[in-house]
């Protein structure tokens, strides 16, 4: 007699136990494509290593940023995280960290957890989470139908705080809401902002927000709103009052992913490899540990290197102001090229970002900047974006994790650690600041 059979009966397994064999997967459905899965109530990923290979099965989340592993390839026999290529063995051991260079040894937290045991039997991938009294499997063929998988369960979260859209925090700053275009005079515009929508109308040149608002202004070709008295100024762009630059906006984007981890992309340095490896190729070097310095409102990160291209020395400068603005320079300085990225992040809802982003060129000795070298410039920068925002669709992330311990941080994540501290103090004084009525309104 056909017994039925399903995960509740597969064995005695003690209440709250998750020993014992749990069936995840067809063997037919499992490849080098990575396949999400759960068993005893925690998220795996199975995949073939090599294409006719034994099933790996590892946690489901990458230790570093939290990327689900679904989203990972396989290369060279191993399982090769999208965000900065972190590599991992069949034991989940990581054995690579590109931003450590070719003598880099990845530190132990950095290795996946990987099941008591993975099996293939009759046509079904096999799990046991933990270790279990049966060595095998159940047969699950013959008569007897085939088990129902377990619902795959999310990924665990950060167990510390997350620091999301709608942080209360959010309205003591100056966010961007349009860029000034799209602002005529007589006119308004409506904008989301930190989960409300306001109007902002400008009449005789003058802007005003409906409702209220503790500041509107206009700066740099964008309006800017502050619900509540701001902690910190707008973030200064020498370039954008300088005469040798030629300035373009993007179109602004918009992403479902929140603004924090966007903006720990948008100051990442190790990323560019692997995910902009079909724009500016793929040879993953190692990053140097970046010299934060704090400044009021975030950071700057200035590093100097000889470029391999020619170009003599080059220097890079990142800077950061609470809570979404950061630019970064690229200059020459023997022949006074400039090249500045701005990035302005509009939190408008839980999940919803909208994208603003400035390229601002200056030719040095060669003079005025030619409107075809912008133009270039200015798809450059759309794909890269739109680069960035791929991986992110992938990435399934409620906000940037605040406790440090959450995530896994290399010397490459210097700024990435500068970010989620300044958030983590900006969080900190907006909870502790004593705010005026219109903050709950
Ligand atoms: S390598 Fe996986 S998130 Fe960085
Ligand atoms: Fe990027």
Known sequence: MAIPWSPATRTAAAPGSSSGWYPVAHSAEVSTTPVQVGAGGRAYVVVRLTADGEVTAVSARCPHRLVPLVAAGVVDGHLQCPYHGWRFNAEGRCVEIPSLGPDGTPPPRADLTVPWAVEERDGWVWLAPERTATLRPPRSGGSRPAPDPEPVPDPAPPSG???????????????????????????????????????????????????????????????????????????????????????????????????????????????????????????????????????????????????????????????????????????EPATGTVRTVLFLLQPEDRDSTRIYTCVLLCAGDAGAVPGDVLAVAV????????????????????GLPLLLRDELHVPADRLGVALRRALADFAAAGATADLPDRASA
Do not use: C, I, K
């Open 379 to 398: 798809t450059h920068q759309e794909e890269l974006l739109a680069e960035d925002l791929a991986l992110h669709a992938r990435m399934d992330s409620q």
């Open 161 to 331: 705080p997350v620091f999301g859209n709608l942080d209360p925090s959010l309205t003591r700053a100056w966010h961007p809401v349009a860029l000034a275009d799209e602002l005529v005079d007589g006119g308004y515009v409506q904008a989301r902002l930190l989960g409300r929508t306001w109007t902002v109308h400008r009449r005789d040149g003058e802007l005003d927000a409906d409702p209220p608002a503790w500041g509107v202004q206009e700066r740099y070709g964008v309006v800017w709103l502050a619900p509540d008295e701001p902690q910190g100024p707008v973030l200064a762009v020498p370039e954008a009052e300088d005469p040798r630059f030629a300035a373009a906006w993007l179109p602004p984007a918009r992403s479902a992913a929140p603004a924090g981890p966007l903006a720990d992309t948008l100051l990442d340095v190790a990323h560019v490899p692997f995910v902009h490896a079909g724009t500016t190729g793929t040879s993953a070097e190692e990053v140097p540990a970046h010299v934060v310095t704090p400044e009021a409102g975030g950071f700057r990160s200035v590093q100097e290197h000889w470029s391999d291209r020619g170009a003599g020395r080059r220097r890079a400068t990142s800077v950061y102001r609470v809570p979404f603005q950061l630019l970064r320079r690229l200059e």
